[in-house]
């Protein structure tokens, strides 16, 4: 079983910048940038760490950026976060990752009271 089949949750990115393929998960994608998880800037035990929590993260919630899904655990992995414009990379295999435009947002109504 290969990386892709046994986590789909994992991208195989291109970077155009460096010329290089490498397997990712994917953070966030914005308008103009995506941001995500370097899975070979990791020491193995961080990268297997990694993967254990992205598997329940994928399971439960995959709409919500796995960053703000496990926040106290962020600091850990933020060696391997790293940022690429759009027109600096390719998603050559895998997961297209949460995009910003689907994060619902929660708006709050607010009256006006006039007192007099």
Known sequence: MNLLEQYPFISIIYNKKNNFQYPIIID???????????????????R????????IWYRKNIQIPLSLYYRDNAKEFSKSLE??????????????????????????KRKMIKVE
């Open 83 to 108: 940022y690429l414009e759009n027109n600096e990379y390719e998603i050559i295999n895998g997961s297209k990752g949460t995009n910003l435009k689907n994060l619902s947002e929660k708006r709050i």
């Open 28 to 46: 966030l994608v914005s308008k103009h940038y995506i941001s995500y998880y370097n899975l070979n800037n990791l020491s193995k035990e961080l």
């Open 48 to 55: 297997h760490k990694l993967l254990d929590l992205a598997v």
